[in-house]
C-alpha cells in the first residue's frame, strides 16, 4: 500500500492547472492608488505607556544586601520575626558579596551608584569590626 501512495500516478492525464489570475496594467491604464491600509491588529491593542517609566539602578541591589548583613551583626531587628540575630559569617558573606561587585560593575556604574557603594562598604566593615568585638571573636582573615 505504501509503495503505491509514493509512485507516480499512472494516468498522465492527472496534472494540475495553474491559472495567473492577477489583473494586469495596460500601458495606456492609469494605475489605482493602493487602498489605505488598516493599522496592523498589533498596534491598536497596544496600551499606552506611561510618559517615563523610571531608569533601573543597582542601588536597590546595594541596599538589599547590606540591609541583609546589618541583620547579620544584629544592628537590625529582622523583618519578619522581629528579633535580633548574630550571624557573622552571613554578614561576612554579605560584605564580600558588596565588594565583589563593587569589582566586577566598576566602570559601569553612575556616580550615585558608586557613591551608595562605597558608603556602604565602608560602613558595613567597621560595623562588622564592632560586631566582632562584642561577640568575642577575632574577625576573620582581611576580606577585600
Known amino acids: 500500500m505504501l509503495g503505491s501512495l509514493l ?6 492525464e492527472e ?3 495553474v491559472t495567473d489570475r492577477r489583473r494586469r496594467v495596460q500601458d495606456d491604464e492609469p494605475a489605482r492608488p493602493a487602498p489605505p491600509s488598516a493599522p496592523p491588529p498589533s498596534a491598536q491593542r497596544e496600551r499606552p505607556r506611561p510618559a517615563r517609566e523610571p ?6 541591589l546595594f541596599v538589599m544586601l547590606a540591609s541583609s548583613a546589618a541583620i547579620a ?9 522581629g528579633e535580633r540575630h548574630y550571624d557573622l559569617v552571613h554578614a561576612a558573606e554579605a560584605i564580600d558579596l558588596l ?8 566602570g559601569h ?10 558608603g556602604l ?3 558595613l566593615q567597621l560595623r562588622y ?3 566582632t568585638k562584642r561577640a568575642g571573636s577575632p574577625p576573620g582573615p582581611p576580606r577585600s
Open 99 to 106: 565588594a565583589l561587585l563593587r569589582e566586577k560593575t566598576e
Open 129 to 131: 569590626v564592632e560586631a
Open 73 to 81: 551583626m544584629g544592628d537590625a531587628a529582622d523583618p519578619v520575626t
Open 15 to 17: 496534472t494540475f492547472k
Open 55 to 60: 531608569e533601573r539602578d543597582l542601588t536597590g
Open 121 to 123: 562598604i565602608y560602613d
Open 109 to 118: 556604574r553612575s556616580v550615585e551608584e558608586t557613591q551608595v557603594l562605597e
Open 7 to 12: 509512485m507516480a500516478p499512472s494516468d498522465p
